[in-house]
């Protein structure tokens, strides 16, 4: 079946406009999790979603990220104002979620979006 | 807080051969779970091997297999027969889902090369 999509794939934007990253979870899958991979601070957990709710939220690094998920299956990341050390790739994960087991746990990854601020 | 560290930047390994990257965490946690996964040049991450930790039996999913020592806090992989496809970027995974938190804790990553 489909896997996790993310669009675009690649983004440059100036510094100071806001950008939208999307994320399309597989079907069927509950949770959805951003995460930023950089290299000066490898991977990093953003945001949780279960649901359309995100129960934590504690990896957002400013009020300048904000993220959303729609119809429990669509979530959008947007970044606002954006500056410099937020270049990264921004990659985006979907498990079953519930309490069925290791199965429920388990993250499958998206291709991921490069964010280039200029 | 749980902390994941992968002390081989690199690694390299002659093709058929086999290789051993290390990994060792820290929790105060008895039950969670723990993963390896595989990132190659396209950026995907995807998933190699999964351990439950309160399973002591090793994890194996064919070429790959892992070495869990629970009271050391280790969980490394092994790469049996190398093939050129498994030269990538490996990173070890801690997963503890408490109350509303859910989210994995990633090592820095080995960079793994296959030779011939």
């Known amino acids: 079946g489909a896997g996790v999509s993310q669009s675009p794939s690649n983004k440059v934007t100036e510094k100071g406009k806001d950008v939208e990253l999307r994320c399309d979870p597989i079907s069927g899958h509950t949770a959805l999790y951003w995460y930023r991979q950089s290299l000066g601070q490898g991977l990093e957990f953003l945001i949780y979603?279960?649901?359309?709710?995100?129960?934590?939220k504690s990896g957002l690094p400013s009020d300048r990220f904000s993220a959303e998920r729609t119809g429990g299956s669509v979530s959008t990341l947007t970044i606002q104002r954006t500056q410099q050390e937020d270049s990264a790739v921004y990659l985006c994960?979907?498990?079953?979620?519930?309490?069925?087991?290791?199965?429920?746990?388990?993250?499958?990854f998206g291709p991921g979006t490069r964010l280039t601020v200029t | 807080a749980q902390t994941v560290t992968q002390s081989q930047p690199e690694m390299s390994v002659q093709e058929a051969e086999t290789v051993t990257l290390s990994c060792t965490y820290d929790t105060s946690e008895s039950d969670y779970y723990l993963f390896w996964y595989k990132q190659p040049p396209s950026r995907q991450m995807i998933l190699v091997i999964r351990?439950?930790?309160?399973?002591?039996q090793n994890a194996t999913e064919n070429r790959f297999s892992v070495n869990f020592q629970k009271a050391a806090k280790s969980f490394s992989l092994k790469i049996s027969d190398s093939q050129l496809g498994d030269a990538a970027m490996y990173f070890c995974?801690?997963?503890?889902?408490?109350?509303?938190?859910?989210?994995?804790?990633f090592g820095t990553g080995t960079r793994l090369q296959v030779t011939l």
């Open positions: 995974a801690y997963w503890l889902m408490t109350g509303t938190a859910s989210k994995l804790t």
């Open positions: 994960a979907s498990s079953l979620g519930g309490n069925r087991g290791v199965s429920s746990y388990e993250q499958y």
């Open positions: 979603f279960q649901g359309n709710s995100a129960p934590d």
């Open positions: 351990q439950e930790a309160y399973k002591q």
